[in-house]
């Protein structure tokens, strides 16, 4: 089987084995790693009765040679344990004329889970077979969802740091929550007066900051990422994405070889990436149908081949979509423009600098998979009160930006192809604005309350990971802002 090695997008790193890749995160030109090289799952008619663990080894395998079929069953086996409230992982669910792959089991009740649960384990070992002594020290901002399930995930980790930085007001009360009551020994979390933007932008100059990587080193420490910016977490994101396939298959759903839609709520694009990566694989794909919310810029890309950051973000229910720059759409530039890393570097310096690019006519044609849609407030509400009241069936703000989307696409295209939707957290992470969609009574309840009334009006039960959230003591109360991160990190690490 042929190795994969790891290349910058931005060209300055050739041929990285995984395992240096794994440790460093971002390369070190601040370009992102992609794969040498896909592999083919090979024939899923075969595959249809691999359950969740069986899969995930086939595929993250073919990625990290460098690891043993035992190492990384190990670290799988320990990932996807009763952490999960289903044993089916990733279930999904036929409801609404689509099929809802639900991605919020894991311990945090959010995609973010379904790899961030297994990083660390990749993490360590690559250091271990790095023969690295450093402490690695964990940065990640995050829109809400990454930075509760990057603190989960690492937790009293051994030798490792963790500090996730998050918009004071740009998450939920009840992503906010999650975070600050987070305990562990090696854990920090950091509230910017900003958005989240600021907050990856500041991880970014960190990470890019020469000086600051000399003292962190000096000191035993070296930087990495838990951000969809880390192949660690990027890769193992295709797993669920073959699984929701194989269970149509499997249930009888599709034939062998039949294409599917595939929709995902989208702000960072690294989810939808990982679909798009899936396609290279061997997964049969009609469209990829990346759904924003009014902070619409990948919609704009998609539809003009300009993706212009200058805009106001907009705050919105759906908050871990609250996104104007796009971290991993650097990769899909990477394999559009055929590899070309100096395209992809002049385009990144372009959007520093000027605050957008156009990418040339010759490679728009090269993104003929996708298709972008956006959904207002209102949109997202009525999804949500229209998929619930018809179907039974309760979803959160942002799969219902990623169903209102869809069900628009449809009406436009009339395309009738099977389609998954990516849910990607649960309703009770974002009760007050699931509440006003199903026409509750949410004036003078705090977000708390509003789970119970929404676990008693739906008779669903409130969620383990948030029950009795409110009551948790604060661990992580510090706020700065955007221009002092750096200081406030190096008061943490106290160099």
């Known amino acids: ?70 190492e990384i ?17 990733a279930p999904v669910v036929n409801r609404a004329g689509v099929y809802f792959l639900e991605l919020f089991h894991g311990p945090t009740l959010a995609f973010k889970d379904m ?23 964990i940065l990640t901002a995050t829109s809400g969802d990454t930075g509760k399930a990057a603190l989960e995930a690492f937790k009293d980790v051994e030798n490792t740091k963790i500090i996730v930085l998050f918009p004071s007001e740009g ?15 090696n854990t920090f979390v950091i509230a910017i007066k900003g958005c989240f933007d600021d907050a990856q932008n500041a991880v970014k100059q960190i990470f890019g900051d020469e000086e600051f990587n000399n003292i962190a080193k000096n000191r035993g420490y070296i930087l990495s990422s838990a951000n969809s ?49 899936c396609t290279k694989m061997g997964l049969p794909v009609n469209r990829l149908i990346c759904a924003s ?15 212009d950051g200058r805009r106001t973000l907009r705050p919105t229910i759906s908050p871990s979509m609250d996104i104007i720059i796009s971290s991993n759409l650097e990769r899909l530039l990477y394999d559009i423009s055929g590899e070309d890393a100096e395209f992809v570097k002049s385009t990144m310096e372009d959007l520093n600098e000027k605050g957008y690019y156009e990418i040339p006519d010759k490679f728009k044609n090269n993104m003929d998979i996708f298709y972008g849609g956006y959904a207002d407030e209102s949109d997202t509400l009525a999804a949500i009160e229209d998929v619930y009241n018809k179907n039974d069936y309760l979803i959160d703000t942002h799969t219902a930006v990623a169903y209102s989307v869809y069900k628009n696409y449809l009406n436009i295209t009339k395309d009738n192809t099977k389609t998954i939707v990516a849910s ?72």
């Open 73 to 89: 069953s190990n670290y799988i086996e320990s990932a996807y344990d009763t952490k999960f409230s289903t044993p089916q992982i």
């Open 115 to 137: 790899a961030l649960t297994l990083l660390p384990y990749l993490l360590m070992g690559a250091s271990k077979k790095s023969n690295n002594p450093a402490e690695i020290v």
């Open 171 to 185: 998450v939920s009360e009840i992503q906010k929550r999650q975070m600050v009551t987070q305990e562990g020994n």
């Open 293 to 307: 919310n009014e902070n619409n810029v990948l919609y704009d890309f998609f539809k003009t081949g300009v993706y």
């Open 424 to 495: 990607t957290a649960s309703p009770f992470k974002f009760t007050r604005s699931v509440c006003d969609a199903l026409k509750m009574d949410t004036k003078n309840a705090t977000d708390f309350e509003l789970i119970k009334l929404l676990s008693r009006e739906t008779k669903i039960p409130i969620p383990t990971p948030i029950y009795n959230l409110e009551t948790k003591p604060i661990f992580h109360n510090i706020l700065c802002e955007r221009d002092d991160v750096r200081d406030t990190i190096k008061n943490i690490l106290e160099i």
């Open 229 to 277: 910016i880390n192949i660690g977490r990027l890769i193992p994101q295709t797993v669920y994405y073959f699984y929701a396939y194989l269970q149509m298959l499997k249930a009888g759903e599709l034939t062998a070889k039949e294409k599917v839609n595939i929709v995902v709520p989208t702000g960072n694009f690294g989810n939808i990436l990982a679909a798009y990566y």
């Open 1 to 70: 089987m042929k190795n994969v090695m790891f290349n910058s997008t931005r060209g300055g790193d050739i041929n990285v084995p995984s395992i240096k890749a794994l440790v460093r995160g971002i390369a070190c030109d601040g370009g992102l790693y992609v794969p040498t090289y896909f592999h083919n799952i090979g024939d899923l008619s075969r595959l249809a009765n691999l359950d969740y663990k069986s899969l995930a080894l086939k595929i993250i395998r073919t990625f990290f040679p460098e690891f043993s079929e035992e």
